[in-house]
């Protein structure tokens, strides 16, 4: 496997005969390293921090935590000279080919060959040399005592290093006696590689701040609109996004009943009445959960889950409370839902920005405009969300989200090509604002479906149900595994369902977390997806597409080897 | 602000007469209507804010931009503008309000304000008290600070009236056009100003050091003009000695940013700069120099200023080429400079420089482009460069380069002489192959009225390279060199004011007055002034230096076969002798005991008449004390001595 790329990171610099090395807080060199390598992920890409004792020639010997390096003998003849490399590559693989040296006795530089060619000043006892290798314009330089070697690129003492190989820091010695002290990152280093990298961090971003956006005038413009038209379009902001379409001239390319009917069966997901979402999904797309029976099974087992949770409406009825008065969400799908979560493993996923979205949505539906929701048919009651929203949120801070279980799970979906490290940067950065949303969301659910948070509600009646549903599941996962084959997602899915029924209390419990209303979310997006799809619609809007695009190929650049995502993150343009 | 004044202040016709006239459209009357108007204003605070109210100022400020306007009406109209600013604080926000400050900045009126905050000492204190209302006037008011700047009297004028405590804060500003002015301020007010530079270095702004603070200025992500002026701030401090040559500042951060700013990644006017100021930062400092000339290959990168205007450029974009040509001057004399000082001590990196490509041959053109800067630039990069014994024996005389030095010392201003001489007299030197070709290229008559100069350092270079020439020479250019010199100008130089000269007049007599047969011909057509120069010399107030080679030149006439007597007949000389080799100062009694022991030299004809008559002066009792001196050459050179008698 390719390395990550590390954009311009400092390999090392070593003494000769310098001090030696003190042992230094591990934590701090993790920072250090961190800083130094801002796209690597050590847990993929080990980065080099000492000396191998197992890549090194009899002569040499290491000491002081394999940092440093001694010359114990001759070799056959007084010329022979020693080496020793370091126990990992600089991330970004082919040793014998192509390597990279600075020589101390002559201050020649050795570019994949044996012959040198004049470079810089000699060095010796006492002199600290360090050596960058920088892979967003892939070269290297070498810096005696601070003092950096770098050359224009024109010019032909440029060291030009092949993007690929895995380079290893490399000592070789020739003296009897000599001593080598290396600084891995474990002490600041003597050349300000700090301030190298700002330059560089400066020049990526006024880069990608000038990248030109369309030649024709407008043309930009009209672009941004059409993906916040088809972004409010798909999460079915109606009314949001009407006003939008009209103000900016564009047309929407899905009837407005249609949008009404997907924001009805969101609503419904996502205040945990699965059972109506299913019958009102049946309903209006009949062909769409019998051709789809993998759908048809996740939201099956979603609505095992409800139930156990007491929310589903058929075990609501059976805890003899009108499903109507019980019903207290917003009103509107929670708008960052479906976004967080991708339809269907690939990489949609837009978060950071969601948030923003979200907020801007919230208020100007609730508020000035209730009534455009009113011709909804069997839709639930609106209340005046905001308003609820604030005076619940102050009276209930019981049930606070999981922002790691939530990123957790959201790690988890990310098999599709995405690697961790960029991610978890991605939903770091914004689970914070979801899990805020969450809090009045979950309480007003609190509230009024389970103060006390029993098995099924409470209802002995329910729990019957319950187990008589999941028997159906159980059937159902059966005939599914004979018709369409093993299915692991299935197995697992159901497992997990199931396993809350082995704890007394399934809210605490290790797979509680699928009690969580944000678990409504992926199933939510999942579904709206599927619907779009059978209208051949796009299943993800054009603005996560984008995103998410901009974070996989940061990811695709720091696999190959291509530096200058290390100074690019999405989120430094997700506000 | 209008509505305010008008308010409290009654407009009478008098004064609406006065604008009246700016409109004419009559020049003359115009011009006659400004002068007016100026002598009305003096001192009369309510004629001006009646001015002001009646909208004067616009029209003032449109008559002082106006490229039809005369310059005679353009700078009565500042004067009036200047004055109207003298009045209360009211007219002067009117005056900032009516966007006067743009306006003067540009253009030649700026001149005229120039001159009246170091003319008129209440305008500075004004500007000072200016600078807290906004962060436009703080931004104006330091921009005329630093283009008003011109003397190191201006300096002191700004200093004393408190401009690093009142500027100082504003490098903190919030805004980026504040803080650039202020860090252009404060390298207008450092350079060459030792005071300013020491008051600097303990100056804290927001609880940290100054120097910290520029040093900020330098990080690389920071706008290119702002390391660059910050770095120039550095080097001013640096090299007005309050902040040392090894400091990690200057080291570290400042020699590098600077470095930086000669990449052909910067604009060309950075380049410029940036190089000038290197040259600057590590022209005394030998060791900033050894770490200038590896860092990011610098000596090489500067190979790339002699390639403007590029052919690229001639054939893809006539702007450019526009562009490339305004700058190609500018951009090779940056280099010579830098080239020079980089070379001004260490022998490695002179022969890394002349290893350069064609740096010869770039040096060589530009001894004599058209352009005086560059030409006085290339001949101090060869200067520098000339201080090599290798160079001098080899690139130097491969590159033929004393033809065109010789070609620029026929007609140059003062500096450039200054530096092609003494690089004349570098290649003038005994062991160098160019001297030969010199000489029969009849330089001697060019040297010879270089010490009839004004300049001391154009007479000394003359007659340094004289004594250069001279050195060793044979009889027909020393004959040359004493008939196109003149006896009469060699004795006008040897009381020369400066000690320079005389000096190397000496030494050039004492090269002349070398070898017996010389010696004798020359004292023979002019013992008689030499002896009484020698005499004056002796007697006169001079330096150690000067009387040690006075008495060198007397051992050389003692040399003589008959020129001895010069010596033996004169007692008075004698004297003189006997009193230097009892002199407190060793070299002086060394040079004096070498003059006896060649006067008594045995194997010479009259040796031992000479020998006896000095014994009776009481030399051999002085010869038998310095035999016991304890430094060892005069107690060796008196024992030789002595064995003249004994033999």
Redesign the interface.
Known sequence: MSGQSSGCGFLMSVVVHGDSALNEQENELNQQLRRLYPAVNELETPLPRSWSPKDKFSYIGLSQNNLRVHYKGHGKTPKDAASVRATHPIPAACWDKHSYGYHGDDGHSFCSSGTGQPY??TFTTGDVIGCCVNLINNTCFYT?N???????L??H?SIFVCPQPNLYPTVGLQTPGEVVDANFGQHPFVF?IE??M??W??KIQAQIDRFPIGDREGEWQSMIQKMVASYLVHHSYCATAEAFAKSTDQAVHEELASIKNRQKIQKLVLSGRMGEAIETTQQLYPSLLESNPNLLFMLKVRQFIEMVNGTDSEVRCLGGRSPKSQDSYTGSPRPFSSPRHKASGSQAYLTGFDGGCCNGVMSSKAHPSPHSHKPCPPGPALLAPAAELSSLNGSHSLQQPNASTDVDMEVDHFTNGVTESSSNGFFNGTSKHGAQTEDCDTDMEVESAQSKRQLCGGSQAAIERMIHFGRELQSMSEHLRRECGKNSVNKKMLKDAFSLLAYSDPWTSPVGYQLDSIQREPVCSTLNSAILETHNLPKQPPLAQAVGQAAQCLSIMAHSGSGSCAFAAVDDYLH | AYCLLTSHIEVTATSRHYVDRLFDPDPQKVLQGVIDMKNAVIGNNKQKANLIVLGAVPRLLYLLQQGSSSSELRAECAVVLGSLAMGTENNIKSLVDCHIIPALLQGRCMLTVCVTPCQDPTVIPHLMSLLSRSQRTQEYITQIFSHCCKTPEHQTVLFNHGAIQNIAPLLISPSYKVRMQALKCFSVLAYENTQVSMTLVNVLVDEELLSQVFVRMM???QPIDMQLTAAKCLTYMCRAGAIRTDDSCIV??TL?CLVRMC???RLLEERVEGAETLAYLMEPDVELQR?AS????LV??LA?YFKYPSSVSAITDIKRLDHDLKHAHELRQAAFKLYASLGSNDEDIRKKITETENMMDRIVSGLSESSVKVRLAAVRCLHSLSRSVQQLRTSFHDHAVWKPLMKLLQNAPDEVLVMASSTLCNLLLEFSPSKEPILESGVIELLCSLTQSDSPALRVNGIWALMNMAFQADQKVKGEIVRALGTEQLFRLLSDPDSNVLMKTLGLLRNLLSTRPHIDQVMSSHGKQIMQAVTLILEGEHSIEVKEQTLCILANIADGNTAKELIMTNDDILQKIKYYMAHSNVKLQLAATFCISNLIWNEEDGSQERQDKLRELGFVDILHKLTQASDPNLCDRAKTAMQQYLA
């Open positions: 810089g000043p005696k601070g003092h950096s070697l770098v050359c224009d024109t010019n003492l300000d301030d190298y700002r330059e961090r400066t | 990080q690389r992500d570290l951060k590098p990449s052909k990644e770490i590896v860092t990011d290959h090489a990168m790339d």
